[in-house]
């Protein structure tokens, strides 16, 4: 290995790189960063010069990274994140209504009407700040961890042992949800429920989790008739269908509230979820992020009580 002269990289361009691996887009990296897309093209060519390496290539009409890049990328996101730790840490104050801050949360999109009530509850206390909501994906646990995202909603289990750390919010209830007037209420039933087509999420745990767990304890094979690709198109789909969803409450409550949809109980038994918000422990003394984490608590604890049975 030979050393490399960081006084030949501006550090600005790091930032750039880091953000441009983890949205592999020019034009998102532009938007995220707040320049111009020629600007942030101009920034990928210099770093593709100085590192003498493309970084980002097209595949199929996607950006991916080059294997240089993916080697990179842990140890360019650990190090800047070691950095901004180093910056907070020199100045103890924060002050919550002058911070610029960008806070980025990650979760699973049914929890869109907690992200209303935290946008609030930021926007209120400090409002030059900005809140970022990203879906959940593999890279969160790493990324929360060296600070590139500031925390994670997710189950309550064992992540990251020892650098998160685990503030449980609440629990996930299950029932079922379909048309006003669906058939399948009006005799329901294990029968009932197992005989209609469902909808799917498609999550990581989309077939194996808590709903096809139940069914197979009672013998029931549960017929998927669509699979979406979130939990917020869920609602107009059985509105207009006669398909049937088995999931959390906070999915799909404000179409029940507003007279959209039916619910009912599931007819079997389906344990319900504890979900908790994860920070990073390394992090913990951060003032931006002891001020935040506490508020995304209490919104979260709120919203997901709002919900339960």
Request: net charge neutral.
């Amino acid at each position: 290995m030979h050393d490399f002269d960081l006084g030949a990289i501006d550090l600005n361009l790091l930032v750039v790189l880091q953000v441009l691996l983890e949205e592999r887009s020019v034009s998102r990296t532009a938007r995220r960063i707040g320049r111009s897309q020629s600007a942030t093209s101009h920034a990928l060519a210099r770093l593709r010069q100085q590192l003498d390496d493309p970084l980002l290539v097209s595949v199929q009409g996607r950006m991916e990274p080059s294997p240089r890049a993916r080697e990179l990328a842990p140890g360019l996101a650990r190090s800047l994140a070691a950095l901004r730790d180093a910056l907070a840490s020199a100045s103890a104050s924060f002050s919550p209504g002058e911070t610029t801050r960008k806070f980025r949360l990650a979760g699973p999109d049914f929890l869109s009407s907690s992200a209303a009530r935290l946008i609030a509850a930021v926007t209120r206390q400090a409002p030059r700040s900005r809140i970022e909501f990203l879906g959940t994906g593999r890279s969160m646990v790493e990324d929360t961890i060296v600070g590139a995202l500031d925390a994670f909603v997710a189950p309550a289990r064992t992540i990251g042992a020892g650098e998160l750390e685990v503030a449980e919010v609440g629990r996930l209830e299950f029932w079922t949800f379909g048309r006003k007037g669906h058939p399948a209420f009006a005799r329901w039933s294990e029968a009932e429920w197992g005989a209609w087509p469902h909808v799917l999420v498609r999550t990581d745990a989309s077939r194996g989790g808590p709903v096809d767990k139940a069914a197979a304890r009672r013998q029931i094979e549960r017929r998927i008739g669509a699979v979406l690709p979130r939990f917020s198109m869920v609602a107009p789909v059985l509105a207009d269908s006669d398909l049937l969803f088995t999931g959390p409450r906070a999915a799909v409550a404000a179409a029940v509230e507003v007279g959209a949809l039916d619910a009912r109980e599931p007819p079997l038994a389906i344990p319900p979820i504890d979900l908790a918000l994860y920070t990073s422990a390394r992090l913990a003394d951060d003032p931006a992020l002891a001020w935040f984490r506490p508020l995304a608590e209490t919104v979260l604890r709120s919203e997901l009580a709002s919900h339960a049975a």
